[in-house]
C-alpha cells in the first residue's frame, strides 16, 4: 500500500513574524471577546486589536495540509507598544497582566508566522489570540481568530476486497478505511497530478474525477469524516479475460490520499458451452460457489 500526501512546499521556518509576507485577498475572520472571570488588569489604554486577516488559510471548517499559518492585523487604537500574540487549541483563550509573563511579543511589523509544534497534525484545530499591549506591558482585550484546522495524515488503515475469481465484469467491493471522506475507484490506476496544490475544493474535484463520497455532505463537519468505515460498491472490470487489477484511491478533506489494490480473475466464455480453464482457476471457482 502506497501512502502519498497532499502537502505544499515549505521553504520559511517556524516563528518568522519578521520576515512574513504582505496578505492580498486575506480572510477577515477576528471576533472580539471579553476577559475571562476572575483575571487580573487589563489595560484601557489601548483598544481592541482589529481586521485579523490569514493570506495562508481560511479559517472554518474545513482542514488544510498546509500547517504553515500567517496573520496579519491592523494596529490597535490608543498608543500600544507591542503586541502579544498565542496559537493554540483553545478558542477561549484571553491575556491578562499575569499570563503575559513569557509570552510571545511582537513590536513590528504587523504580522506573525507560526507552525504547530507537533510534526503531522491530524486534523486539529488551532486558533490564534492577540492583545494589544500599553507602555507598562499590560494587555487590552483579546482578539480570537481561528480555527485553522490542519490535516496532514492520510486516511489510514486502507484495503479493498473482492471475491478472487469471477465469471461476470460486475463484482461487489468491500472498501475499508479510517479518517476517509472520499474514494475514487479505477481499472486503469490513479495520477498524483493534483498534488501540491494550495487548495483542494474536493467538491469540484468530485464532480470532475469521479470521486465517490463515503459519507453524506451534510456530514463534513468537523468530525464528519472521522473513524473507521467499511462500505460496499458494484464495480465493472474492463473487457477480456485474465487477471484484472481494480485501483482504490481513499481521500480526506484536505486531499491528503491513501492508496491500494485487489487483483480479481475474470473467467471468460460461455458457461452453457464447453469452457477449458486452468487447474488454478478450476479450483479458485470451486471455491468461489462453496461459499
Not at 480572510?27 to 485579523?52: E, F, H, K, T, Y
Not at 459519507?215 to 467499511?230: A, S
Amino acid at each position: 500500500m502506497k501512502i502519498m500526501r497532499h502537502m505544499p512546499i515549505i521553504v520559511l521556518a517556524a516563528f518568522l513574524p519578521l520576515l512574513c509576507d504582505g496578505v492580498s485577498g486575506a480572510q477577515d475572520v477576528g471576533l472580539a471577546r471579553n476577559p475571562g472571570s476572575g483575571r487580573s488588569l487589563i489595560s484601557q489604554d489601548v483598544g481592541l486589536v482589529r481586521n485579523l486577516k490569514s493570506a495562508s488559510h481560511s479559517p472554518g471548517d474545513l482542514p488544510s495540509p498546509d500547517h504553515m499559518i500567517s496573520v496579519q492585523w491592523e494596529q490597535a487604537e490608543g498608543d500600544p507598544r507591542l503586541y502579544f500574540v498565542r496559537f493554540d487549541t483553545d478558542p477561549d483563550y484571553t491575556f491578562d497582566d499575569l499570563n503575559t509573563v513569557g509570552a510571545y511579543r511582537i513590536r513590528w511589523p504587523l504580522r506573525y508566522l507560526w507552525t504547530p509544534m507537533e510534526s503531522e497534525p491530524d486534523d486539529v484545530a488551532y486558533y490564534f489570540h492577540i492583545a494589544a499591549g500599553d507602555k507598562e506591558w499590560t494587555p487590552g482585550l483579546t482578539t480570537t481568530m481561528g480555527p485553522f484546522r490542519i490535516d496532514m495524515v492520510p486516511p489510514y488503515d486502507v484495503g479493498v476486497t473482492a471475491p478472487e475469481i469471477t465469471p461476470t465484469r460486475t463484482v461487489t467491493l468491500t472498501l475499508g478505511s479510517t479518517n476517509a471522506c472520499l474514494v475514487q475507484i479505477s481499472n486503469e490506476g490513479h495520477d498524483s497530478t493534483r498534488q501540491g496544490q494550495e487548495e483542494w475544493d474536493f467538491l469540484a474535484d468530485m464532480a470532475n474525477h469521479g470521486w465517490d463520497l463515503l459519507v453524506g455532505q451534510e456530514e463534513h463537519g468537523t468530525t464528519g469524516c472521522r473513524g473507521e468505515r467499511t462500505h460496499t460498491r458494484e464495480w465493472e472490470l474492463p473487457p477480456g479475460g485474465g487477471e484484472r487489477t481494480v485501483h482504490v484511491r481513499f481521500a480526506d478533506l484536505a486531499g491528503n490520499f491513501a492508496d491500494t489494490s485487489v487483483t480479481i480473475r475474470h473467467l471468460v466464455g460461455d458457461l452453457d458451452a464447453d469452457l477449458t480453464v486452468g487447474l488454478r482457476d478450476a479450483v479458485l471457482a470451486l471455491r468461489v460457489h462453496a461459499r
